[in-house]
């Protein structure tokens, strides 16, 4: 499952606790994967303890995390995964999966998702979020960044409370150069009082 800094109280959701997490585990969570601060939001400080206060319940209660990082694209790239790395750092998860989010409309242009993407190569362990359309409207069938693993977004229908967990690569078509998913996103639900999106990984 997946969240962002906008779920908790100061954006009228719910904070996490440990008995939150706890009861993520028993509906059966493996992981969580949470949005990293960016050095262009406009709330970062908020942003910055909310991202913190998560990671450490998860960490206290030993759930496994991931990271994603949304891209504005019309800003320094080289400036936002910097100061990625330093929140990375600064929680030890540098080594840990982190996820480019590739979805901002306004400002995507090929040069500056390729700019974005080679400027995150500094990330040891960097995948790449997107959906076919976004990426198709970018780069065509192409990429030619089809050596990270792809998350994919593909929702289930309106993606609204999913019953039933949908084979990961079930009606995959491949875009991109990539030939199968290394993570689905299928829709999103209430768990545990909290909403999220929720996925399906390749383990």
């Known amino acids: 499952m997946d969240l962002s800094n906008f779920q908790s109280t100061a954006y009228g959701g719910v904070d996490i606790t440990s008995e939150i997490v706890r009861q993520w585990r028993d509906l059966g969570v493996k992981k969580a994967i949470f949005r990293l601060p960016n050095y262009y939001d406009k709330e970062r400080a908020l942003h910055e303890v909310i991202f913190f206060a998560q990671v450490g319940v998860c960490k206290w209660e030993g759930m496994p995390i991931e990271t994603y990082q949304w891209a504005y694209l019309g800003n320094d790239p080289v400036r936002q995964i910097e100061y990625a790395r330093s929140i990375l750092g600064k929680v030890?998860?540098?080594?840990?999966?982190?996820?480019?989010?590739?979805?901002?409309q306004t400002t995507k242009s090929r040069a500056s998702v390729r700019d974005f993407i080679k400027a995150s190569l500094v990330l040891p362990n960097m995948g790449i979020y997107t959906g076919r359309g976004w990426w198709e409207e970018v780069f065509g069938v192409s990429g030619g960044f089809e050596d990270k693993p792809l998350w994919d977004a593909s929702w289930v229908g309106d993606g609204k409370d999913p019953i039933t967990i949908p084979p990961l690569n079930e009606g995959f078509v491949p875009y991109g150069g990539w030939v199968s998913r290394a993570m689905r996103q299928y829709g999103y639900c209430v768990l545990g009082g909290v909403t999220v999106d929720v996925n399906v990984y390749r383990a």
Do not use: I, M, Y
């Not at 030890?92 to 901002?104: F, S, V």
């Open 92 to 104: 030890a998860l540098l080594e840990q999966r982190c996820w480019l989010d590739l979805e901002e």
